[in-house]
């Protein structure tokens, strides 16, 4: 059981948009940054979204973070069959002294 | 760019320790802006935080790890390594190390490697 929760899949069309959120609590979403990563089949994960909303240098803005109280947002527009892979979000939780990821997310582009 | 490479045995014995190094290539360990942390992935399963150091040499562990795991630091050498005590099958998994930016924000992530816990 994760410590933040998020939905075990989601699926959209090519072109469309999905969000997909990662629920937590007042020690660890609501009061620090969260990070989303992108791990395509076999591979090591790679950071998509730091500090809640920044994208590191060469990831496309078709991705985006935001958060709102205890719960953050990942959100991906003009999808694309190279989009399909599992989502990580993580932070720092400041009651268990730990990193914290949700259990992740697979997203399918049909 | 930065390159991170985990080593070590792919195979440990049930009850004893398992031991990985990470090296890191362009760039310097010896960095204040910068943690270094080991996170592991059980086959088919989630992530899961192992612990982070700093270059200071100050340690965070997961709590449930806690009692059997080191994270140590050599700047000399721009490696940290993982040492694992009393491993379990349940131990088994692909254990990749990462640049830690800030306590949770892995930003740059070496390729993984799976250890298995057999006898």
């Known amino acids: 059981q994760s410590v933040l929760t998020q939905p075990p899949s989601v699926s959209a069309a090519p072109g469309q948009k999905v969000t997909i959120s990662c629920s937590g609590s007042?020690?660890?979403?609501?009061?620090?940054?969260v990070s989303w990563s992108q791990q395509l089949p076999g591979t090591a994960p790679k950071l998509l979204i730091y500090?809640?909303?920044k994208r590191p240098s060469g990831i496309p803005d078709r991705f985006s973070g935001s958060k709102s109280g205890t719960s953050a947002t990942l959100g991906i527009t003009g999808l694309q069959t190279g989009d399909e892979a599992d989502y990580y979000c993580?932070?720092?939780?400041?009651?268990?002294?730990?990193?914290?990821f949700g259990g992740g997310t697979k997203l399918t582009v049909l | 760019q930065l390159h991170l490479q985990e080593s070590g045995p792919g195979l440990v014995k049930p009850l004893e320790t398992l031991s990985l190094i990470c090296t890191v290539s362009?760039?310097?360990?010896?960095?204040?802006?910068?943690?270094w942390g080991w996170i592991r992935q059980p086959p088919g399963k989630g992530l899961e935080w192992i612990g982070s150091?700093?270059?200071?040499?100050?340690?965070y562990y997961n709590p449930s790890l806690k009692s059997r795991v080191t994270i140590s630091i050599d700047t000399s050498k721009n490696q940290f390594s993982l040492n694992l005590r009393s491993v379990t099958a349940a131990d088994t998994a692909v254990y990749f190390c990462?640049?830690?930016?800030?306590?949770?924000?892995?930003?740059?992530w070496g390729q993984g490697t799976l250890v298995t816990v057999s006898s």
């Open positions: 150091i700093y270059y200071s040499g100050s340690t």
């Open positions: 993580g932070t720092w939780d400041s009651s268990l002294s730990a990193v914290v």
């Open positions: 362009g760039g310097s360990i010896n960095s204040p802006n910068h943690y």
């Open positions: 007042s020690s660890n979403v609501a009061n620090n940054y």
């Open positions: 500090d809640d909303d």
């Open positions: 990462a640049r830690d930016e800030s306590l949770g924000e892995f930003d740059s």
